[in-house]
């Protein structure tokens, strides 16, 4: 009974995040800026990786999965499930007008689990030398959300209004394992892409009372195979099999992928609108419809997500504190950019992060076993406007809070993460607020062994 108790209370956590993201899944941001290449691009990390982006290559956590680096899944010590939404305010100017908007998204569903009971390793009472681990997780690539209105004359000097929007997104099914012998783990993800991006525009004529507008749509679907793999090592500065709260490690770790192929199919269609027709914004643009002015379907379109690279460094003192470094490279300058809108460019990233948990086995004082997370980043981000490329820079704060239930151990994760995507034309001004759950158990997916 106890058990069906703790999943009543898990589903229920899982139903609220549920409810959530359908509230706000339906608010449009409207983000000029991911009209450039395949849009807003995610990191895939849950809240809790997300806000310690300086430890992507080397963090691990027996609660928390690390989804960047896949060597890390050995080092789970429970079955994980995790689900995150997040909110963001963003406001951007381009020197000449403004404007702000709320919005949100589901942000990854993820299972992780070890292949090793960690119940039998604590009723071995020895070092495990061997572990492996397991994720499967639904992740964002990309997202894209804008409507641009442009108001320009005819060649007769008559008023013409040129409207631009955009949405959909890329999204990956991945599947994952990572293995561990001694200090040295490996680890490899392999992905089903999926996903379609729409980019429309109109053309309305104004003044013209008897005039017809057109409406054109872009529609590209994305598929493909993806892969990502890694490393890490650790160096045990100290290491107590007695005391393991003693001890103290340096960790070195490496991820990446190659350029990876992928297909695309593109319709291209452009349609004679009535008089009547009022734009993007028509509540009923069917109505309108005169008829087709073409049609133009290619399949099996190749194209190429890019290659990336990352690399980082940490100190970690047993479950109290983690403090280290990453830097990232991803080649978008060899990016097929035909089928989209704007230039791009090669990228990099860099951040330090820090985690510190007072005391993790605290009775008394809640607080002293609740992880706090800082991280300080820089970018360079792949899009260029009129070949002035944008770079972003920002702070994060996060909380993983301790939720304890029947001896089980789970995590409400929280992070705002506050900064400025800019080059000398824009400037976007964002704060974002992510919540994640994990919700943890040790005993999911495995018999009692009795001797």
């Known amino acids: 009974m106890k058990y069906l108790r703790i999943m009543k209370f898990k589903i229920t956590i899982i139903l609220l995040i549920t409810f959530l993201y359908t509230s706000w899944a339906q608010v449009s941001e409207n983000l000029p800026l ?13 809240v809790a ?30 079955t994980a499930f995790d689900v995150g939404v997040d909110a963001s305010y963003i406001t951007l100017n381009d020197n000449k007008s403004s404007q702000s908007a709320w919005g949100g998204n589901l942000k990854y569903l993820s299972l992780s689990f070890p292949l090793i009971s960690p119940v039998n390793i604590v009723l071995d009472r020895k ?40 949405n959909g997104g890329l999204n990956k099914l991945q ?20 996903g379609t991006i729409d980019n429309e525009k109109s053309l309305l004529f104004q003044e013209s009372l008897n005039g017809h507008h057109t409406y054109t749509v872009n529609e590209r679907a994305y598929s493909g195979l993806l892969w990502n793999a890694g490393l890490l090592y650790r160096y045990y500065l100290k290491k107590d099999l007695e005391s393991p709260n003693k001890n103290r490690w340096i960790s070195i770790g490496v991820y990446g992928n190659s350029s990876q192929p992928v297909n695309v ?10 008089n009547g027709y ?37 100190y970690s003192a047993a479950n109290k504190l983690q403090v280290g470094a990453n830097m990232a490279f991803n080649n978008w300058g060899k990016f097929n950019n035909l089928l989209n809108i704007g230039n791009l460019r090669n990228s990099w990233s860099a951040a330090a ?18 992880a706090y997370r800082s991280t300080l980043y820089f970018k360079n981000d792949p899009r260029m406007i009129e070949d002035d490329g944008l770079k972003e820079r920002g702070v994060q704060l996060g909380m993983g809070l301790p939720i304890f239930q029947k001896r089980q151990l789970s995590y409400i994760n929280f992070s705002v993460d506050y900064g400025k995507l800019a ?14 759950v994990t919700l943890n158990n040790n005993l999911w997916f495995y018999k009692r062994r009795f001797e």
């Open 34 to 46: 991911s009209s450039l290449g395949i849009g807003e691009l995610f990191e895939p990390a849950t």
């Open 353 to 370: 992060s820090i985690e510190y948990t007072p005391n993790t086995g605290s009775l008394l004082n809640y607080w002293n076993r609740v």
């Open 127 to 166: 070092e495990q030398l061997f572990k492996m681990g397991m994720n499967i997780a639904l992740l964002p690539i990309s997202k894209m959300d804008y409507r641009i209105n442009q108001s320009d004359m005819a060649p007769d000097g008559s008023k013409v209004l040129r409207q631009y929007g955009g």
């Open 265 to 274: 199919d593109q319709k291209v269609l452009t349609l004679r609108k009535a």
């Open 423 to 436: 080059n000398q034309t824009f400037k976007e001004n964002f704060i974002r607020f992510n919540l994640g």
């Open 278 to 314: 009022s734009g993007l914004d028509d509540a009923d643009p069917g109505q309108y419809t005169l008829d087709t002015i073409s049609f133009v379907s290619d399949e099996d379109l190749k194209n190429h997500l890019p290659s990336q690279f990352g690399v980082g460094v940490s």
């Open 175 to 194: 599947f994952g394992t990572g293995a561990q012998y001694r200090n040295f783990s490996a680890g490899f993800n392999l992905g089903f892409l999926f």
């Open 49 to 78: 990786g997300s806000s310690l982006s300086g430890l992507f290559a080397t963090y691990y956590n027996g609660h928390n999965v690390n989804l960047v680096n896949p060597a890390s899944y050995a080092g789970l010590a429970a």
